[in-house]
Nanobody, 123 residues
Framework: QVRLVESGGGSVQAGGSLTLSCAAS????????GAWFRQAPGKRRELVAH???????YYADSVKGRFTISRDSPANTVRLQMSSLKPEDTAVYYC?????????????????WGQGTQVTVSS
C-alpha cells in the first residue's frame, strides 16, 4: 500500500519562504517520479514541479527560479523549497508519485496522491 504524507504548509507573507516535504511508504522515489501539484479554489489542479528517478527536474514557468524540487533518497522524501512567494501561489499543494521513472505534467498520469497541504500567501 502506497502512502504519501505531506507536511510544511502554512501561512506566510509575500516574499517569504516555505518548504514542503512528502514522505513516502510503499513506493521508492529513487526508482519512480515524484511531483508537486497545486490547486487553487475554482481552478484546475496544475503541475508545480516534478523530479524523475535520475534526479532531472521540470518546473512550471510560473515557479521557475523561485521553487526547487529535490529528493532525499535515504529518507524516501521529496521536498519543495518555495521562496519569493506571491499571493498567487496560494493553493492546496499535493504530493504525487507515479510508477514510472519519468515525470509527467498531467495529474491523471500519477497513481498516488497525498492528502494535500494548504499554502496561503498574504500580500
Amino acid at each position: 500500500q502506497v502512502r504519501l504524507v505531506e507536511s510544511g504548509g502554512g501561512s506566510v507573507q509575500a516574499g517569504g519562504s516555505l518548504t514542503l516535504s512528502c514522505a513516502a511508504s510503499g513506493i521508492i522515489f529513487a526508482d519512480n517520479a515524484g511531483a508537486w501539484f497545486r490547486q487553487a479554489p475554482g481552478k484546475r489542479r496544475e503541475l508545480v514541479a516534478h523530479i524523475n528517478s535520475k534526479g532531472a527536474t521540470y518546473y512550471a514557468d510560473s515557479v521557475k527560479g523561485r521553487f526547487t524540487i529535490s529528493r532525499d533518497s535515504p529518507a524516501n522524501t521529496v521536498r519543495l523549497q518555495m521562496s519569493s512567494l506571491k499571493p498567487e501561489d496560494t493553493a492546496v499543494y499535493y504530493c504525487a508519485a507515479r510508477s514510472n521513472f519519468v515525470g509527467s505534467i498531467y495529474p491523471n498520469e500519477y497513481q498516488y496522491w497525498g492528502q494535500g497541504t494548504q499554502v496561503t500567501v498574504s500580500s
